[in-house]
């Protein structure tokens, strides 16, 4: 009963390095989603896939890429880390991209240093 | 760009108590959430709707359209209760896909 699974739950970078956040749903579900959290501040839409093989900007994507690599997984690439992207990391996945319940993973919590 | 404000922002309350958290939202939506964030951080969806009320268990979720509000009620409050309680909106008519958040409602039950 896995639901959404995030990899890694923590990690700290150095400014400048890159990495690869991980989200994989057992769900088949079409679409999913990469949301940041900031203290003081609602979650923000990063990019999202309404299906396989689409992916659209959100709110705030600059400094990431995506890559919707099949119908389960949905990797969000930071290609040279900031200390503005200190942040939690949340994927989330619905059946469809419109009024549908989200099922959320439970976060990566990522320090860029 | 919607805006979705809640409040309280925090609120503490005795085990028992009835527990009222509000959402109001600027413009037109197609759905609106509600989400329960754990001590620990994992999110939690507990109701979507477009209309009227929902209730699951001890919780009940009501929105005003044309008043653009909903409310968030927690009938007999139990310490186990306490979390982050995020309202969240779909706006209609199209643009960037995606939910947009409130800051989210920090709840207390002492017991």
């Known amino acids: 009963n896995a639901g959404v699974t995030q990899t890694p739950k923590f990690q700290v970078l150095k400014t400048g390095q890159s990495m690869t956040l991980q989200c994989a749903q057992d769900?088949?579900?079409?679409?999913m989603y990469w949301y940041r959290q900031d203290p003081g501040m609602g979650l923000r839409l990063i990019y999202y896939?309404?299906?396989?093989?689409?992916?659209d900007k959100g709110e705030v994507p600059n400094g990431y890429n995506v890559s919707r690599l099949n119908k389960r997984e949905f990797s969000l690439r930071l290609e040279s880390a900031a200390p503005s992207q200190t942040s939690v990391y949340f994927c989330?996945?619905?059946?469809?991209?419109?009024?549908?319940?989200?099922?959320f993973g439970d976060g990566t919590r990522l320090s860029i240093l | 760009k919607n805006e979705v404000e809640q409040s309280p922002q925090n609120l503490t309350a005795q085990e028992g108590e009835f527990i009222t958290i509000n959402c109001s939202y600027s413009?037109?939506?197609?759905?609106l959430h509600w989400l329960q964030q754990h001590p620990g951080g994992g999110i939690v969806s507990l109701f979507m709707?477009?209309?009227g009320k929902k209730k699951h268990g001890r919780l009940i979720a009501t929105i005003n359209i044309q008043e653009k509000h909903s409310s968030l009620h927690i009938t007999a409050s139990h310490p186990r209760d306490s979390a982050v309680y995020i309202c969240?909106?779909?706006?209609?008519?199209?643009?960037?896909?995606?939910?947009?958040f409130g800051k989210g409602t920090h709840l207390i039950i002492q017991p």
């Open positions: 989330a996945s619905s059946e469809f991209l419109r009024d549908q319940p989200q099922h």
């Open positions: 769900m088949n579900h079409n679409s």
């Open positions: 896939s309404a299906s396989e093989g689409t992916t």
């Open positions: 413009v037109g939506i197609s759905a």
């Open positions: 709707l477009s209309s």
């Open positions: 969240a909106v779909r706006t209609s008519g199209g643009g960037a896909d995606g939910l947009t």
